[in-house]
C-alpha cells in the first residue's frame, strides 16, 4: 500500500514500513522498519532545510523527486520475487544512480534484510546492485594505501588507527550515508554492495544527486554539520611527544624555539601528567603552578593543550563515584575492566550518557580551563578497548554492537558544548577517532598510534583523502609516526624529515611520537611512572635536520593566509583542505586514480617523496599551467614527468600562476 503524508512517501507491503522524504537539497533519507514504526533518531543528521518535492503514487509504484534526485519504489517482479518494495535511484537526466538488488542478482532477493536476533533486536543487511567502473571514496579513515575503496570490505567499528565514518561518495554522481552508529561492516563488492549493521531496529540511510564531488561532499557536511572556524593557532606548527613529564621541562621546550625565533602556536602536554588515570587533574608533584605555566606560554605566543583519557583506573578519586553512579561502560560478562595499561586497570566513562559528558566536564573546568588550558586532546576516543569484543559493552544508550560508533563524536560534543558555555565560539579538541557530525563539535581527528614506517607513511596520505571526502576537513598525524623512531638511527631522521615535509601541507602541522631510547622515570616516593620518550623537538635530530626542518615551518608560516582561507572554506562549505584530484578535476579520468598525490586546497598540488632514497618523484599534473613552488619552473599539465626530489624540498605545484610571490620567498629561507 502506497500512501502520502505530506512531503512523506510511505510504502507498507510484507511487514515491512519505508519512509521516503526530503532531507535538503538533492537529497533523500529512507528509513525502513519489519513490523514496526519508524523511530525519528538523530545521530548525525540535522534537521532538513526545508525543499519542495514531488511525489507521484500508483497502485504498485510510486516516485519522489527532490531537486536531481529521483527515488521510484515498486513492487519487485511477479512470482515468488513480489514481497517487498524494490528502490530506483535517478538523477535529474534520468539515469540510474543505484538501486536494489533483484533476481537479477541473487535468486532470493531480499534488499533489505532483518534478521531477528536475542534480546530483540535485528541484524540489518541492506544490499544494492553493483556496477562496473564505480569507484567509492571516503569512509573515513583507514590503514590502507587505497584511495578507491571499490573492491574492499570495511568494518564499521572504531580503532585505535581506524575511524569508521560511514559517507561514500560514488563516481556515479550519489553520496550515501549509512545514517546507522552500530558496529557492522560494508562491503563494495564487483557483484554488489552490501551494508551490515549487528545489531539495528531500523535501516536508515540518505542519499544526495551532484554534478561534481565537491556539491555531493559539501552537501553531505550541510546536513551533519559545518565545523567551526579554526582559530589562529590551529593554522601554525604545532609540537608534541610522549611525554612531558614536568612543568619545566614544557617551559623549557617553549623557551628553546623562543630562542631559536622558530614560530610555534601549540605545545602540547601528553598521557600521565595526572597522579592516577581518572583524576583529570595536574600531578602537583611535577606540574605545581599549571596557571603559571599556561600564562607564561601565552605570553610567549604559544597555546598550551593537555591529553585527557576516559579510562577511569580503579584507584583514581572519581572512580567510586563514578561507578555507584552509573556513569561507566559495562561489561556484559567476565571482570568489570575495559583497558589495563601501564600499572592500572580501568573502566570506561560512558560518552554516551549525558550525566557522565556533565560530570567529566566539571572535573575539566575546575582542574584545566580555571588554570587558563582551554585546548584539549581526546585520547583513547574509540574507545581503545583491551580487547575489541563489541557485544561484551553496554552503553547509556544501548548495546555497543547498537550504537557504539557514536562514542567519539560525544566525546567531541563534551568539549564543544562546555567550551561553548565559556565562551569559545570555535572549539577545538585533537582527537582520536570520529563518526559522522563530530566535525560540528570542531574535531581535529589525528590517525592514531602509526607506526614510524614508510609503509605507514604512505597510507596516511590515502586516509587524509578520504577522511576529507567523507566530511571531516580538519585531519592530521603524528609526523614521523608514533611508535619506533629512533632519534639516533639516519634511516629514521630521512623519513621524519620527508613526513615532515609532507606535514607542512597537511591542515594541521603537529610533530609527535614516541621516540626512542626511553628514560625511566619515579616520583619522590620511589615508584615507577611512565616512562619518557627521547626529545622529539627540530633540535633534537643534529644542526642539518633542524636547519631542514625550520625551513619548512617557516614555508608554512609564509602559507599561513592561504591556510587561514581554506578553514574558512571549510568552515563556510565543509570543503576538506586535503583533496584528491578529482575533487578540483572530476572531468579528468587519471585524476580518480591518483592516490600519491593531492590538492592542498585548489591552489596547491603536492607529491610527497614516499620511498627511502628517492631522488626524484613522478607527478602527474592535470591541464593547466603548473609552477614549481621551490624551481620557478612552470610547466603544462596534462601528462605525467620526473621532478628531482633532493632532500632539502618536495615536489609542490602552483596552479595557474597563483602565489607566484611564494617562489622567492621560498628561495630565500
Known sequence: MVTQEQNKLIWRTSGETMVV?????????????????IEDTDYALLPPEKTACTIETGRDRASITNGKLTAVVELASSGWFRDHGKLTFYNQKGEILFEDIDQRDMPSPRPRHFQPVAGGETRLTCSFRAYEGERFYGMGQYQLEKLDLKGCVLELAQQNTQASVPFAVSSRGYGFFWHNPAVGRVVFGENRTVWTAESARQC????????????????????TGLPPMMPEYGLGFWQCKARYWTQEQVLEVARGYRERGVPLDVLVIDFFHWPRMGDFRFD??????????????RAMGIEPMVSVWTPIDTRSENFEEMRDRNLLVHVEQGMQITLRFFDGETIYADMTNPDTRAYVWEKLRQNYVQNGIHLFWLDEAEPGYMVYDY??????????????????????????????????????????????????????????????????????????????MAGIPWWTTDIGGFHSGDIRDPAFHELLLRWFQW?????????????LPKTDHVNKAGQPILDEGAPNEIWSYGLEMEALLTKFIRIRELIRPYVRALMRTAHETGAPLLRPLFYEFPEDAQAWTCKDEFLFGPDLLVAPVLEPGEGERRVYLPEGSWTHLFT?????????????????????????GRHAEWVDAVQRL
Open 503 to 515: 606535514g607542512t601541507f597537511c591542515p594541521v602541522m603537529r610533530l609527535h611520537g614516541a621516540r
Open 204 to 223: 536508515d540511510f540518505w542519499v544526495v544527486a551532484g554534478d561534481t564531488p565537491a556539491e555531493i561532499q559539501q552537501s553531505y557536511v550541510r546536513a
Open 632 to 656: 620557478g619552473e612552470t610547466v603544462e599539465g596534462g601528462c605525467c614527468r620526473a621532478f628531482p626530489a633532493p632532500h632539502t624540498e618536495i615536489p609542490v605545484f602552483l596552479r595557474d
Open 21 to 37: 522524504e526530503p532531507w535538503g537539497p538533492n537529497a533523500l533519507r529512507v528509513r525502513s522498519v519489519m513490523m514496526g514504526e
Open 284 to 297: 602537583p608533584e611535577f606540574f605545581p603552578d599549571p596557571q603559571g605555566m599556561a600564562q607564561e606560554l
Open 391 to 468: 557485544g561484551n559493552y553496554r552503553y547509556h544508550l544501548g548495546p555497543a554492537l547498537r550504537v557504539g560508533n557514536l562514542y567519539p563524536q560525544l566525546y567531541a560534543r563534551m568539549i564543544a558544548d562546555g567550551m561553548r558555555a565559556e565562551g569559545e565560539e570555535n572549539p577545538v579538541s585533537l582527537v582520536r577517532c570520529a563518526w559522522a557530525g563530530s566535525q560540528r563539535y570542531g574535531a581535529l581527528v589525528w590517525s592514531g598510534d602509526i607506526a614510524s614506517t614508510w609503509e605507514s607513511f604512505r597510507r596516511q596520505i590515502c586516509a587524509g583523502m578520504n577522511m576529507g
